[in-house]
């Protein structure tokens, strides 16, 4: 996997851990040549936006080496202009994996095309109908998620771990688009981040805790910004059910959120 963006990254690389595969990674262009000439993989994903060398110069560099004329080399980019997919296939690549990546998916492609080397393809999405596995965890639905975070990668990442566990995610990048949505829909859990402009994520749970019909839902704070333990504590005093630092294993997050709801059944 070359891919400059780490929560991208983080997410290929557990979802392909989790079913059996061996995931190296690389952030950079040049280090993804390096990896891939010394490794020989099976397959090889490589973001197309990347700073100093692109997808299309590594994918360009990689075909002039005979030794990768039947590795297939799959684009994972977000399409954006008209054409976008005729270059990708007209530049080398297998195929590509739109972004956001979504779980459910994502397997699928990456073995799709690992089942059909020196091919060219694009999967189609995959519709299936009874729980799936993915690892030891059964697909099964879990309940309802309110995810408030100002940043939009950090909610892709949160819905790309949460939906295909069975997770409905609902979703604000504001306190206060968090509160409306939270009256309206009633979660079973808020999951917030701390430092948002105007109301932080302290603000929104105090608004949470005013409202009798919403204090009961468990409260957990995920966060790359925090400066001291005391901050954690502070937060755990003033009613927080945990507090979960960023970046986070999918499947530390999965825990969390679960022993959460358990533990609000209980009470």
Known sequence: MIEDNQTNLQLMAYLLSASG???????DGGEGLVKAKNERP???????????????????????????????????TALA??????????????????KPIEAEMFLSQVNSFLGAPGKRRVPAPIVTQQP?????????KHGLVLFVDNTQVNIDLVKSILEPFGFDVVTAMSAKEGLDLARRMKPDLILSDVHMPHEDGYSFM??????????????????????SAREKIQALEQGAAKFLSRPIEPEDLLQEIEGCLRNAKGK
């Open 206 to 227: 105090r608004m949470i805790q005013a409202d009798a019909v919403l204090r009961r839902i468990p409260f957990v704070f995920l966060t790359a910004s925090v400066w």
């Open 21 to 27: 595969h061996k995931a190296l990674e690389a952030h």
């Open 42 to 76: 099976d397959l090889i994903l490589l973001d197309i936006h990347m700073p100093q060398m692109d997808g299309y110069e590594v994918v360009r560099r990689l075909r002039e080496d005979c030794q990768f004329s039947k590795i297939p080399i799959v684009a994972v």
């Open 132 to 140: 799936r596995t993915i690892g030891e965890r059964r697909l099964t």
């Open 81 to 98: 202009m008209v054409g976008d997919r005729e270059k990708i296939l007209g530049s080398g690549f297998d195929g590509y994996i739109a």
